[in-house]
């Protein structure tokens, strides 16, 4: 069955031998080159995130919400003058919090107040609203809580509408809409000791308060540039992906036919966009860095006939399915490394991965006409050093006429004049420019300002390494959750690990509540042992050094070793959260009064 090959493919590179594989040398060619780009992109920038900066300054026009229906005025919440306080509050309103929120619905928790700078829920499904905005997840895994809200994806892979409208649709079923506080960013959450509640402070002046409080703020949230000298002087519209001008492109892109665009970027985002500009705009110049890997999208709609056959809590036992088979996986990865040295298995898998993005290339070969262009949109790296791209129209795009691929072989743009980007000593000029540049990747609940016990400020705490507790607790952060940050494990399927992070921190609360407690707080051993299993399980390979510079790994930055995910397997990481829940008294302290 076609179903789920694609994610297969993705994830899967055991350890074992084909038979008739080319020499050896073949493939220490190939990693001798892939090698050789990764240097020349490393050559042209810093290692880090210091060629990346924020919409700000005299960029701050491209961070407005295209989306919101105008500018909600309201007073500012004053919750301590009017002695409120809800029980939980949630920063952010994407998946994280949604998610959450039913659990803690379901366990009774009747005060839940989201603050988000969007004016709807939503979070990543709110701000990319861009042409041909889908997920690569197959949509009966990625959707949360399909199962609660008796609904079954119309697709295979779900577009980026109906995702946010199933956002909205489990809002409105969990009454999550009565308390949410839209278009506001919060600037800090200050934790008072006298009180046993968080402060949080706003955008609009607000001052709120809550026992508990979740950084529900995203992995992917906060948009980014490429440090480009220029910018500013751009006499033309433009915008970032995140922030899709409709009223400049028309709903359905009709408004493009006598306007040549330039895109700078070919990650993910751009590759589920351009294909839609060839079709629609007078010329698309893509000016690219590094090009994604692109396979086959295995799509279909759903069958009235499958979603029939979907029995009664049928996304659970999905979820379950999965987990056990990255159980049996592991069992199997063992006894296949039985017998073999770790440099054996390392050489088996990395032969795997090449033949794997040779049959990407092959592909390339086969759809782009011509010679210099394929050649040009080849990745050398290998795959999952970057976020694997996932579709059908992209590559033969860049046979249509109007599309035109700058490839800047590493370098990137570096300046814009008043009319386009410049490479090579050309001004490439265009009347919209798209900046399909990404988004800063969360250090873990830090996008406001947080202050624990004894006033010591987060960021300050993580200045010598991030300190957690599965990723989710910090010691001297009382009542306080952190969802999707480092030291959690990472899943292809986000949603996978949101859900298992907000079922406990959901366990958690209701702990806290039946045992009559004002606050938990992790110990400073059980935090200790969790940075030191994070340590043990990183820095087995020097795959993340190895790679082209993206945001897997820091883009190419040397790292703490501590400051990424859980690499113990996500099997684990549920085991652990189990044996966390097992054993509260052991992991946190609990205090009353
Ligand atoms: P990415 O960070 O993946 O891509 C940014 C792009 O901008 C890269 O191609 C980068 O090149 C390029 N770039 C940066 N600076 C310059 C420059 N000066 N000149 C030219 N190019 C430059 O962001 P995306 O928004 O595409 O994707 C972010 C993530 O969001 C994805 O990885 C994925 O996790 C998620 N996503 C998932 C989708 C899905 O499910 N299909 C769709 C869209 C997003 P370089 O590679 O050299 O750094």
Not at 516 to 532: F, H, L, N, P, R
Request: aromatic share 10%; net charge negative; hydrophobic share 35%.
């Amino acid at each position: 069955m076609a179903e789920e090959k694609q994610d297969k493919f993705v994830m899967n590179f055991e350890a074992t031998e084909r038979p008739g594989r080319p020499p050896q040398e073949y493939y220490d060619e190939i990693k001798a080159k892939f090698a050789e780009q990764r240097d020349v992109r490393l050559g042209y920038r810093p290692p880090g995130t210091d060629n990346y900066r924020d919409l700000d300054g005299a960029m701050a026009y491209l961070a407005r919400d295209p989306y919101a229906d105008g500018w909600a005025e309201r007073e500012p919440i004053d919750d301590a003058a009017n002695g409120d306080d809800v029980d939980v509050l949630f920063i952010g309103g994407g998946f994280s919090a949604l998610l959450t929120s039913a659990r803690l619905r379901e366990k009774g928790v009747e005060s839940i107040r989201i603050v988000e700078r969007g004016a709807d829920v939503g979070g990543t499904w709110y701000w990319n609203r861009y042409p041909g905005v889908a997920c690569d997840v197959v949509a009966y895994d990625y959707l949360p809580l399909l199962d609660e809200m008796n609904y079954v994806p119309s697709r295979h892979y779900a577009q980026g509408p109906e995702i946010f409208a199933h956002c909205q649709a489990i809002a409105k079923k969990y009454d999550l809409y009565d308390l949410a506080v839209f278009q506001t960013t919060v600037t800090e959450t200050l934790w008072d000791g006298e009180t046993q509640r968080w402060n949080i402070t706003t955008d609009r002046g607000d001052t709120m308060r809550a026992k508990f409080v979740v950084c529900a703020n995203g992995t992917l949230a906060k948009p980014r540039l490429a440090r480009i000298d220029g910018m500013a002087r751009f006499q033309g519209h433009s915008f970032h992906t995140s922030r899709w001008d409709y009223d400049f492109t028309g709903p359905d892109l009709e408004q493009l036919a006598d306007v040549r665009v330039g895109i700078i970027g070919t990650g993910a985002s751009a590759v589920q966009i351009i294909p839609n500009l060839g079709k629609h705009a007078k010329s698309v110049h893509v000016f690219q860095r590094t090009p994604s890997s692109i396979d086959i999208r295995d799509d279909w709609e759903t069958s009235d006939e499958w979603a029939a056959k979907q029995g009664n809590g049928w996304q659970a036992k999905r979820r379950a399915k999965i987990v056990s088979k990255l159980r049996e996986q592991a069992d199997r990865k063992g006894q296949l490394r039985h017998g073999i040295t770790r440099e054996e298995k390392i050489r088996r898998q990395e032969n795997n991965n090449i033949d794997q993005m040779m049959r990407i290339h092959k592909r390339i070969d086969d759809t782009v006409d011509d010679q210099a262009t394929a050649d040009a949109l080849k990745p050398w790296y290998m795959l999952m050093c970057k976020r694997p791209c996932f579709h059908n129209d992209y590559l033969p795009t860049f046979n249509r006429p109007n599309v035109h691929l700058v490839d800047t072989q590493g370098q990137g743009i570096t300046e814009i004049g008043e009319r386009g980007p410049i490479f090579d000593g050309v001004e490439y000029e265009v009347d919209l420019l798209i900046y399909a540049t990404g988004f800063e990747v969360q250090q873990t609940g830090i996008y406001n300002r947080i202050v624990g016990e004894g006033d010591v400020d987060l960021n300050e705490k993580y200045d010598s390494g991030i300190r957690t507790l599965l990723g989710i607790h910090s010691a001297g952060f009382p009542n306080m959750f952190i969802m999707g940050g480092y030291q959690a494990s990472f899943q292809f399927n986000l949603t996978d690990l949101l859900q298992v992070q907000g079922d406990h921190i959901a366990n958690c609360i209701s702990h806290a509540r039946t045992a009559g407690v004002d606050t938990m707080d992790v110990t400073a051993d059980s935090e200790e042992w969790w940075v030191q299993e994070v340590i043990a399980h990183r820095g087995k390979t020097t795959r993340n050094q190895e790679c082209t510079p993206g945001y897997y790994n820091f883009e190419g930055q040397e790292n703490r070793r501590q400051d990424g995910n859980y690499n113990g397997g996500f099997p684990a990481y549920i085991d652990h959260i189990a044996d966390v829940e097992a054993e509260m008294d052991a992991h946190f302290v609990f205090t009353t009064g």
